[in-house]
């Protein structure tokens, strides 16, 4: 029998998510998104992938939210879709989705996948945690690529900005509170961050937790003016930003001149290359993450 | 005893040259040139392996199957990979030439591109569905990016379209994904293919997977992102979205259905492919004949080249699986130098509108020689690589007793040589010379480098085709 | 039904609510919005499926493609966003600008 706190969850999800999109008033969508993000964080924790929660609330919610947030400028006029074609795409998207619900219920129960194999081989991984394993080492592949992708956008999104001055977050003068506040928070997101990074290997952690973490502590000083604005200019900037990508690439080719396969971590060394390539990649990923926000001074205040 | 790793170098070559061009500003351009050589050598590398010793598999990580992902080329993507090195070495050229040394523009085209690359190459090696998956991402967000190079709010509006379809196709295919591993708990192309069976699973798969495909690749009727985007988008980024990115879908799912759908679910879906395919040419090529841009005309071309190769899908078979290879290549160069010529005359006289193009075959003789030549292989006439490509088509049509696409092959020939010689005619009616214009040599040649290696490839098929054929499915 | 349907399936009208905004609604917003939503059922489809087994570690192989895929997804959102804003910065500069969709 299926616990009441899966099948509530499994039912609000969705109907939340019409929620978001049904509103019509942004603002209110972004921040039922938010609310939305965290039930799904739940979700994530009631199916046992803690690892999957904190990337969820991390970066899906918590970034994406924020990043939806300041770009809401001007209230957009909502126009609203003729109601007969609302119906029909909505008939549609319920056949659909009935179809496809089906199709999973005849999945097999009680596979297991690659399961087996990754927590078999873990060992020889270097890394206790099997989801790193899996990320950094099994399928490290996936992860450099992703790592390109994530670079590949902040280039695009500096190359989309570049020019325009007037670019920033609008920000009201903050309050001494929120300042006290940020004082507090943002060595604490430091340090676990850091904290994330290390236990990476054995418990829920990794990278993309850390950087997160780290980008939501930057944007907090960006926004409250503690921070001058990321900008390629900067020596560090450029330093942080690179250190991953260009690690990876290293893992990655040099193992060529040896003999052996792109990416093979020699025997014994994985679990310190995989620490070493994860703090390279947090540093970078905090970086691209926070350079995903406006930067630079805020435009006056526009209304309409 | 292991050889040069000529598949990793094929994917790290790019991607070292758009790191060094990201932190060596200055440099970029010919990073880029470098790295594009060297990317080129590697593929000829990777082309003469396989050519030796068949399909050639290699392990990322050195973990077995089905733990960890595999590199692997056959003919086919050793074939491809080579033609796109070639043509993107030719683009990358013309891009030094066109973009102004050491502006923002150039700063983030060489970079984007290159990462564009290494995502092409690891796309086409890559033997794993997820993978495939991130692969598709890479050079989909670079596209975009490199299509909202132009700044303009045309290039930007038509490139958030873009993005906004790709999404949305990303996000099937990746429940398709989802699926596939529920059912076989499988991620590589070869296990999967072992295992998959036909049944209802098997289905939502591929639908999911097709559907996703077809907003990228795109098939009619989901290409409205592609006109605006081509058609707004710097030149040569136009040129490499028709010529090389944009073919990246179109290969994916070839390959997915080779690799794991053909067998099981017989020939409905294909068919269905098939139809839709030869709308994409037939309208199309109607419209292209009906544009007013050079370059919008351009894109639907490319458009309709491409429901042309999604003609392979009902054809399928030993001959018609070549020809869509060797559209694939043929079209990479071809559509590369019309882009190219469009450029240069649009840079020449500051407009691309087609009835204003009056005399201008005599100021600018190589652009249109290149444009005509190009325009050869668009229409699949002989000598050139479009010709042999839709005379195997065809002539698979016509042993299956399938005649309606060979009808819709010729008719598209047809039109497409009504729109290219409307460009070609006005351009050629004699004017009187009112003044020189001074343009750099350097792109001419290059598109007509371009075009003319569309022709070599009808004249000298046989080394290609061969090529090809290693690994292909009989 | 064991818990991971009724997750798989919730997922899968997550999916389906995100396609069909996605697909109704003008505003790029919203779009960008329902592109988010969608994301999130497959990653639900994926994750609940790590969890068939009812005893004993999850998958952990379909944990770590979520992962992938929300980075991916959020490179994505930024991409559009970026866009979005200049093209606004470009409307309210110049009144002839007109935002397409």
Known sequence: MIPPIDLLLATALPLIAWRVLATDELPTSVVLFIAFGLLSALAWARLDAPDVALVEAAVGTGLTGALLMSSLRSMERPRPPSPWRARAIALVAAAIAVALASVVALLPRGALGLGPAVLARSEESGVAQPVTAVLMNFRGHDTHLEMLVLLAASIGVLSIQHGTASHGVDTAPTSSVVMMLVELIVPALVVLAGYLVWRGSRAPGGAFQAGAILAGGAVLLLLTRRMAPLSLERQMVRMFLFAGPVLFFLVAAVPLGFGGDMLEYPRGWGGSLILGLESALTLSIATILTMFFPQGAPAPRRRG | MRGVPWLELTILAPLCGALLGLVLQRAVAVLALVSSLSTAVASAGVAVLVARHGTIRRSVGAWELPLGIQLRADGLAALVLVAFAVVGVFITAYAMVHFEPGSRAARSFFPLWLFAWTGLDALLLSSDVFNLYVTLELTTLTSVGLVATGGDPAALSSALRYLLFAMAGSLLYLLGVALLYGAHGVLDLDLLGAVVTRGPVTWGALALITCGLALKAPLFPLHGWLPAAYASAPVPVSALLSGVVGKCSLYVLVRIWLGVFGVPLGRAPAVLIGVLGAAGVLWASIVACRQQRLKLLVAYSSIAQLGTIFLVFPLMGRAAFAGGAYLVISHACAAAAMFIAAGTIEQVVGHDEIDRLDGLAHRLPLTFVAFALAGVSAMGMPPSGGFVAKWLLVRTAFELHEWWWAAVILIGGLLSAAYVFRVLRGAFVPAPITETIRRSRASDLLALGLALLALALGLAPDLPLALAAQGAPS | ?101
């Open chain 3, 1 to 101: 039904m064991p818990p991971w349907l009724a997750y798989a399936a919730s997922g899968v009208s997550l999916f389906a609510v995100g396609m069909s905004a996605l697909v109704l609604h003008g505003e790029v917003m919203r779009k960008i919005l329902a592109a988010n939503v969608s994301a999130s059922g497959v990653f639900l489809v994926l994750v609940a499926l790590a969890r068939r087994a009812p005893k004993g570690p999850p998958d952990p192989v379909p944990h770590a493609l979520v992962l992938t895929g929300i980075v991916v997804s959020v490179s994505a959102t930024a991409l559009a966003l970026a866009l979005v804003r200049q093209l606004r910065h470009g409307a309210q500069l110049g009144p002839s600008d007109e935002r397409r969709r």
